[in-house]
Nanobody
Framework: VQLVESGGGLVQPGGSLKLSCAAS????????MGWYRQAPGKQRELVAV???????NYQDSVKDRCTISRDNAKRMVYLQMNNLKPEDTAVYYC?????????WGQGTQVTVSS
């Protein structure tokens, strides 16, 4: 099983990024898919999740700025992030969860700085 994130990078405050997660070795439609992040010195936290029914949930600090989506046929999960702030700087991880399995990607760095 592999979850491979891409799309991170350096962006100025107010800018946008779209993160992508390519999944292999799993049937994506059988998993709740999420994005988490971990900033230096802080615990990993949920950013957004989309469950197997397509219902989404967001951390309060990003809910007006981020959109999570999934394409089960392509085995892809996306996180569109707009109006990025310096406090969004973190390593962003893709995750796949169900009642039996729990998978994580290696992460992609997002840095918001002028």
């Amino acid at each position: 099983v592999q979850l491979v994130e891409s799309g991170g990078g350096l962006v100025q405050p107010g800018g946008s990024l779209k993160l992508s997660c390519a999944a292999s070795g799993i049937i994506v439609s059988a998993f709740d898919m999420g994005w988490y992040r971990q900033a230096p010195g802080k615990q990993r936290e949920l950013v957004a999740v989309v469950n197997i029914r397509g219902t989404t949930n967001y951390q309060d600090s990003v809910k007006d700025r981020c959109t999570i989506s999934r394409d089960n046929a392509k085995r892809m999960v996306y996180l569109q992030m707009n109006n990025l702030k310096p406090e969004d700087t973190a390593v962003y991880y893709c995750s796949a969860h169900n009642q039996w399995y729990d998978y994580w990607g290696q992460g992609t760095q997002v840095t918001v700085s002028s």
